[in-house]
Structures are given as C-alpha cells and as structure tokens.
C-alpha cells in the first residue's frame, strides 16, 4: 500500500512539473508577428488597407518611435526614384500593444501613363523604427492581382441602334457643328 502511495505522489508531482514546464514555454512565446492586406484585386484608384500585429522594438518591448510601412511593389507611379513604381502605404500610428492599420488608395496611373496590362505583385511588409531603420520585415509576403485596363481599351464593340425606319446599324454620328453667324453692329473705338 505504501508502494503505492508513492508512486501516486511521483505521478502527480511530474504531472505537475510537466504542467508548469509547458505554462513556462507557453507564456514565453510572443505570437509571431503577421499582417493582412485587402482587397488582393486592385486597379486605379481602388481603396486598399492593411493591418498588422506585433510590431514591437525587441529591446524595450514597447512600441514608441515605431511604424508600419507596407512596400507596394509595381502599385505606385514609376518615377526617376522607384522606377519600377513603387509606392509606399503608412500606418500613421503604431498602438501600445504592436498593432497598427493603414489606408489608402492604389494611385492612378493610368491615367498619366496609359493602360497597363493585367499583373500579379508581391508586397510586403515592415516594422521601422523612426521610419528609416528595419527592425524586422514581416516574413509573410502576399500576391496581389493588378486588374489593368488595356485589355478593356484595346477591346471595341459597335452597339446597334434602331433608326427611324426600323433598320438596324451602327450608332449614328453626332451633327455637325453649326456655322459660324457673322457678327452684326457698329463698331467703334474709344481711344
């Protein structure tokens, strides 16, 4: 009966020493810091936001003099600087506790640049601190789909239209510009 006893006390005190050695190992493990980006189909102009956790300076734990920048890879204008076009999406604050949200909008260069083909991107992701030092790059990249409108511009269709008489054809043409009336009057000068 003593026998026992003793290894029911042997059982639960692993049991125990087991069960504080996972609590240890789980509380010490921060969530690996990860982020999201939305919609992943965008075109000119379109509203775009991502978020993110854990954005947080290893050495202090806090998150003061931090931010969140998203590299929006092909997305933004080409220029002398990024010419591949890209452009950048800023989390204007960073919270206490590492998370952050950004918004805005993908710029509209087709309109200075012309139509663009259909393209997927991969963007990605960083914690800065003062805007310009890396602490880390999200490991986490996400594909996102570029919808252009080339294919719609090269693509035209005649829409038929009814006449007067029931035939059918092309759109008919807008009038012609009225002649110019000459102008009438006395003129005279005031000098």
Same mark, same amino acid.
């Given at each position: 009966?003593? +026998?026992?006893?003793?290894?029911?006390?042997?059982?639960?005190?692993?049991?125990?020493?087991?069960?504080?050695?996972?609590? $240890?190992?789980?509380?010490?493990? *921060?969530?690996?810091? &990860?982020?999201?980006? &939305?919609?992943?189909?965008? &075109?000119?102009?379109?509203? !775009?936001?991502?978020?993110?956790?854990?954005?947080?300076?290893?050495?202090?734990? +806090?998150?003061?003099?931090?931010?969140?920048?998203? +590299?929006?890879?092909?997305?933004?204008?080409?220029?002398?600087?990024?010419?591949?076009?890209?452009?950048?999406?800023?989390?204007?604050?960073?919270?206490?506790?590492?998370?952050?949200?950004?918004?805005?909008? !993908?710029?509209?260069? +087709?309109?200075?640049?012309?139509?663009?083909?259909?393209?997927?991107?991969? !963007?990605?992701?960083?914690?800065?601190?003062?805007?310009?030092?890396? #602490?880390? !790059?999200? *490991?986490?990249? #996400?594909?996102?789909?570029? *919808?252009?409108?080339?294919?719609? $511009?090269?693509?035209?269709?005649?829409?038929?239209?009814?006449?007067?008489?029931?035939?059918?054809?092309?759109?008919?043409?807008?009038? $012609?510009? $009225?002649?110019?009336?000459?102008?009438?009057?006395?003129?005279?000068?005031?000098?």
């Amino acid at each position: 009966m003593r +026998e026992a006893k003793r290894a029911t006390v042997r059982t639960a005190a692993a049991a125990l020493a087991l069960w504080a050695a996972l609590g $240890a190992t789980a509380h010490a493990q *921060e969530p690996t810091p &990860s982020w999201t980006f &939305s919609p992943t189909t965008v &075109s000119d102009g379109s509203a !775009i936001s991502a978020s993110g956790t854990g954005c947080l300076d290893p050495d202090t734990g +806090e998150s003061t003099g931090l931010q969140a920048v998203v +590299e929006l890879t092909h997305l933004g204008y080409p220029n002398s600087a990024f010419p591949d076009g890209t452009g950048y999406l800023v989390a204007p604050t960073v919270a206490p506790d590492g998370t952050w949200r950004a918004q805005g909008a !993908i710029d509209t260069r +087709e309109q200075y640049f012309g139509p663009y083909d259909d393209f997927d991107t991969t !963007i990605r992701a960083a914690c800065l601190r003062d805007g310009t030092t890396p #602490i880390f !790059i999200y *490991e986490q990249t #996400i594909v996102v789909h570029y *919808e252009g409108s080339r294919a719609a $511009a090269t693509t035209t269709t005649t829409t038929p239209t009814t006449t007067a008489l029931g035939v059918v054809g092309p759109s008919p043409s807008p009038p $012609a510009p $009225a002649a110019a009336q000459p102008v009438t009057g006395t003129s005279t000068y005031t000098g």
